[in-house]
T-cell receptor, first 112, second 113 residues
Framework: GQQLNQSPQSMFIQEGEDVSMNCTSSSIFNTWLWYKQDPGEGPVLLIALYKAGELTSNGRLTAQFGITRKDSFLNISASIPSDVGIYFCAGQLGGSQGNLIFGKGTKLSVKP | NAGVTQTPKFQVLKTGQSMTLQCAQDMNHNSMYWYRQDPGMGLRLIYYSASEGTTDKGEVPNGYNVSRLNKREFSLRLESAAPSQTSVYFC????????????FGPGTRLLVL
């Protein structure tokens, strides 16, 4: 089946630093989504990308839909302690179901 | 709007017991999904329902059944729980067209002894 490779698996950074994470796949996706999951909660949608090459921001977060449609990147600028959590990428194939393929997540820890 | 709600939040079962996890959404979404989340495995799709009256298997359907009771509700049933089904279960829903992004509930934490 399709697989997403998400990296890095985990990151320990200092407050104020910028963060980058990415997902790659052997499959072409029509949509890329980025979610954040806080401990004990469900994933919350951060950014949705619908077109190859699209660059979208949500506050300090910026995500890009790769030109090849096989990858996506998420950047967080000037990290703060509340950025702590697990970030998941998800690729969505075409078709009516809208099924998602999830990466295994990037666990972000921020030191104040 | 409450979004996606799930009950119960926590459950402990003994091997062989059965239970039903409930999910409801108030966003008038057509599609609903059940995932399980295990450490280091990300989210894996168990079953989904593209519309009321239809259900299909996902990546890991064995040991589970689902019912799309109406447009709002989608339940997941474990007929005979096994320790391998210890996990966190998430329900999600999505609309149609470009709005197929999925919105998740808070999860049900299940421990099977």
């Amino acid at each position: 089946g399709q697989q997403l490779n998400q990296s890095p698996q985990s990151m320990f950074i200092q407050e104020g630093e910028d963060v980058s994470m990415n997902c790659t796949s052997s499959s072409i996706f029509n949509t890329w989504l980025w979610y954040k999951q806080d401990p004990g909660e469900g994933p919350v949608l951060l950014i949705a990308l619908y077109k190859a090459g699209e660059l979208t921001s949500n506050g300090r977060l910026t995500a890009q839909f790769g030109i090849t449609r096989k990858d996506s990147f998420l950047n967080i600028s000037a990290s703060i302690p509340s950025d702590v959590g697990i970030y998941f990428c998800a690729g969505q194939l075409g078709g009516s179901q809208g099924n998602l393929i999830f990466g295994k997540g990037t666990k972000l820890s921020v030191k104040p | 709007n409450a979004g996606v709600t799930q009950t119960p939040k926590f459950q402990v079962l003994k091997t062989g017991q059965s239970m039903t996890l409930q999910c409801a959404q108030d966003m008038n979404h057509n599609s609903m999904y059940w995932y399980r989340q295990d450490p280091g495995m990300g989210l894996r799709l168990i079953y989904y329902s593209a519309s009321e009256g239809t259900t299909d298997k996902g990546e890991v359907p064995n040991g589970y059944n689902v019912s799309r009771l109406n447009k709002r509700e989608f339940s997941l049933r474990l007929e005979s729980a096994a320790p391998s089904q210890t996990s966190v279960y998430f329900c999600a829903s999505s609309g149609t067209g470009r709005a197929k992004t999925q919105y998740f509930g808070p999860g049900t934490r299940l421990l099977v002894l």
